[in-house]
């Protein structure tokens, strides 16, 4: 099931572009995500299958965070610096990854989505409402122009 609809997953995260996208984001109800950190060079993706944070680092790190959910918006969130995450690949074999820098932040942002979180949820209801906003706004721009 989930070999079968990575490659249109892969597709819609290139032509956004994106580096990471998770199943609920394309409306499916599966806990996997891919995540190509380079998209602009070789396609080197991974595909992580129920995907869980075995350690989260005590130092955090702060990095602009964007979303395919959330086009446009961009805010600094604050996370672990570093994860070491489990999951299954595509042939179902149990692997890990040591995770830090963009990959960490990308790799929490991505099973976020998992639960229904977003980055925005991570902000102050100050930072978050502004967002929201602004999205209230373009919708509305939208429907006139
Ligand atoms: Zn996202």
Redesign the pocket.
Known sequence: MIRSIVPRMLATMYAAPGI?L?AP?VGLDLRFAVIDLQPDEKPAPITLINPRIEQKSREEATREEG????PGHYAEVTRPERVVVAYEDLEGQPQTIAADGLLATCLQ??ID?LDGI??VDHLSALKRNMILRKMVKEKRARKIG
């Open positions: 990471g998770a984001q979303c395919l959910s959330l942002h991505e989505h977003l980055f």
